[in-house]
């Protein structure tokens, strides 16, 4: 499928080493109507999974084992130029924002997650990709 066919349903990837933010983030995104989400525990899996599904979204954390989530951009950015990755940090400081934006990142949300920050992000990113 090339990457500007529209899809029925939009494919959402949650990249975070933690299993309880990867559960919040399927739960938020289910209650936004996306109901095929990929889940990665690091940013070497995101990359794997992104090459074999290209998921209309990636909400990516930035700290993580293995491969951290701004090489993940890079990485993925690399692949595919119309990449949307959100980034996510509970360090939100002003290099980690810059370093995100300068990488291609479209957006950026601090953790914890609101629900409602999570959902609009999801509106504004998404929008026009399904009926």
């Known amino acids: 499928m090339a990457v500007t066919e529209k899809k029925e349903r939009p494919v959402v990837l949650v990249c975070d080493d933690s299993v309880l933010v990867r559960r919040m983030m399927r739960d938020i995104l289910k209650e936004g109507g996306i109901a095929e989400i990929l889940e990665a525990q690091d940013g070497l899996?995101?990359?794997?999974?992104?090459r074999n599904h290209r998921p209309d979204l990636v909400f990516?954390?930035?700290?993580?084992?293995?491969?951290?989530g701004l090489d993940a951009l890079v990485a993925i950015r690399e692949y595919?130029?119309?990449?949307?990755?959100?980034?996510?940090?509970s360090a939100g400081t002003h290099k980690n924002l810059k370093s995100a934006i300068d990488a291609g990142a479209c957006d950026f949300?601090?953790?914890?997650?609101?629900?409602?920050?999570v959902l609009d992000m999801l509106r504004r990113n998404l929008e026009g990709k399904w009926d």
């Open 109 to 117: 949300i601090q953790k914890p997650f609101e629900k409602e920050a």
């Open 45 to 50: 899996e995101a990359v794997e999974l992104y």
């Open 60 to 68: 990516m954390d930035i700290v993580m084992p293995k491969q951290n």
């Open 80 to 89: 595919d130029q119309a990449a949307r990755v959100i980034m996510a940090s």
